[in-house]
C-alpha cells in the first residue's frame, strides 16, 4: 500500500550536471588530460550518489499511524505526537509540516494558518532503522474535535540545491478533541427513597445486605439470616445487623436546540450548562443518560446516551458533545419526547432544558406522574471551575 506521494524538485538539473559530467569524462580521456579525469570523476560520483539519494530517500520511511485521541479543555495545553520509523537511507535536516484544524493551535502561536488550518513545522532528522517521535505543544482554543488534514515531509539533499516532498496519503487517526467550557453550578440532584440504589440515604427504605454498619437488639420479625452470632454470642443475646441504607439517584438530562426553523441562538451556553452538570453527576457517582434532538444514525434517530457512570461514560459524553455542531441537522423536540415515553424507563430526575417551556408543558404531565421533572429556560450558570 502507498503511503507517500512523492515530489521531485532539483532533480531534472542534477541529471544535466551529471549528464555534462559525463560527456567532460570521456572528451578528458580522449585528450588524455588524466588531471582532470580525476577531478571529474570526483564530482561525477557526488553526481551520481546525489541522484541516487534522490531516488531512495523516504522510500522506507513510515509513520506509525495509530488511533489516539488527545483530550483537552478550552486553555489548556498538550501534545500532538508524531512517531516516525526509517527502514531506508538516513533524512538529515528534514522538516515535517502538519495542517490541523481550529478548534486548536500551536501553542503561543495562532499566526501561521494557511486555507483555515493552522500549520506546524517541525524539524526532523532520523537515521537508518531508527524510530523517534516529534512532539507538538497545542492549546485548546473552542470546542471541538480537531483532525490533522495534511503531513508532509521535506528533505533536502545535503550536497546541492533541490529537495524531495512526501505527501502523507492515507487518513490519520490520530485527533484531537477540545471539551465543552464547565461552569460551577450549585444545584443538587434528586434521590427517591423509593427506589434501590447505590447512594447512602437514612430515609430510604431499601437497605445494602453487602454493607453491614452494627449491631442491635433483636426484635420479633428480624431475618433470622440477619442475626450476628458472634455479636449474640458476646452481648448474651440476640443481635441483629444493621445495614446501609441507600436509595435510587439517577438523571435524564433532555436538551431542546430547535428553535423555529434552526437551532437555538445560545446552542453553546446549552451544551455547556448539560457539561456542567454532567461534571457534577460524575463526582458525586450519579447514573446520568442525555437525549439531544440532534439527528444521529442508529436505532435511536436522535442523540441519546444511555444511563451509566463512571468517568469512561463521563468521557464519552463529553465527546459526544464535544461534536455536535448548529450545522447538524434537527428534528422536532416534540419527536424525542415521544420516544423516550416510549421507549425509556425514566430516572428518578428529570431535568427539561428548552425556550418556550409552556409550549411542551402538556407533554410533560404524564412524566410528572412518573418522575421528577425539573424545568430550565435557559443556561444561566457560574464562573468557569478552572478561575
Known amino acids: 500500500m502507498m503511503t507517500w506521494s512523492r515530489q521531485d524538485f532539483g532533480i531534472k538539473n542534477t541529471k544535466i550536471y551529471v549528464q555534462l559530467l559525463c560527456f567532460s569524462f570521456f572528451i578528458s580521456i580522449l585528450l588524455k588530460q588524466y588531471l582532470f579525469v580525476s577531478v571529474i570523476s570526483f564530482l561525477l560520483i557526488i553526481g551520481l550518489l546525489q541522484v541516487y539519494y534522490y531516488h531512495r530517500v523516504g522510500e522506507r520511511l513510515e509513520l506509525v499511524n495509530e488511533k489516539r485521541r488527545v483530550r483537552l479543555m478550552k486553555g489548556t495545553t498538550n501534545y500532538l505526537e508524531l512517531t516516525f520509523q526509517n527502514k531506508g537511507l538516513p533524512i538529515w535536516n528534514s522538516s515535517v509540516i502538519i495542517s490541523f484544524q481550529t478548534s486548536i493551535a500551536p501553542q503561543g502561536d495562532t499566526t501561521n494558518m494557511t486555507s483555515g488550518l493552522h500549520e506546524v513545522k517541525i524539524p526532523l532528522s532520523i537515521g537508518y532503522k531508527k524510530r523517534i517521535t516529534v512532539k507538538v505543544p497545542i492549546e485548546g482554543v473552542h470546542r471541538g474535535i480537531s483532525r490533522i488534514k495534511q503531513l508532509e515531509v521535506i528533505i533536502p539533499h545535503p550536497f546541492a540545491e533541490g529537495s524531495i516532498v512526501l505527501n502523507y496519503t492515507p487518513l490519520i487517526l490520530m485527533d484531537a478533541i477540545v471539551f465543552p467550557t464547565l461552569h460551577k453550578i450549585d444545584e443538587g440532584f434528586i434521590p427517591s427513597k423509593f427506589k434501590q440504589g ?14 453491614p454498619i452494627g449491631t442491635r437488639e433483636y426484635v420479633p420479625g428480624d431475618q433470622f439470616h440477619h442475626i450476628h ?46 457539561a456542567s452538570h454532567i461534571e457534577i ?57 415521544s420516544y423516550i415515553d416510549t421507549h425509556e424507563e425514566l430516572p428518578v430526575a428529570v431535568y427539561i432544558m428548552s425556550h418556550q417551556l409552556e409550549r411542551f408543558f402538556p407533554l410533560f404531565m404524564n412524566w410528572e406522574r412518573r418522575t421528577n421533572v425539573l424545568y430550565r429556560s435557559d443556561a444561566r450558570m457560574g464562573g468557569s471551575l478552572d478561575e
Not at 437514612?202 to 445486605?209: R, Y
Request: hydrophobic share 50%; glycine share 4%; aromatic share 12%.
Open 198 to 211: 447505590i447512594l447512602e440515604l437514612n430515609a430510604s427504605l431499601f437497605e445494602d445486605p453487602f454493607f
Open 229 to 274: 452470632w458472634k455479636a449474640s454470642a458476646k452481648m448474651s443475646n440476640l443481635q441483629t445487623k444493621v445495614f446501609t441504607k441507600t436509595a435510587n439517584v439517577s438523571v435524564l438530562f433532555v436538551l431542546n436546540v430547535v428553535e423555529k426553523y434552526g437551532v437555538v441562538s445560545d446552542f453553546e451556553e446549552k451544551i455547556e450548562w448539560l
Open 281 to 337: 453527576c460524575n463526582q458525586q457517582d450519579i447514573p446520568f443518560s442525555l437525549a439531544i434532538n440532534i439527528r444521529a444514525f442508529g436505532k435511536i434517530p436522535f442523540v441519546f446516551l444511555p444511563t451509566g457512570s463512571g468517568d469512561a461514560h463521563r468521557i464519552k459524553a463529553f465527546e459526544i458533545l464535544s461534536v455536535l455542531s448548529n450545522n447538524d441537522t434537527l428534528i422536532p423536540f416534540e419527536k424525542i419526547i
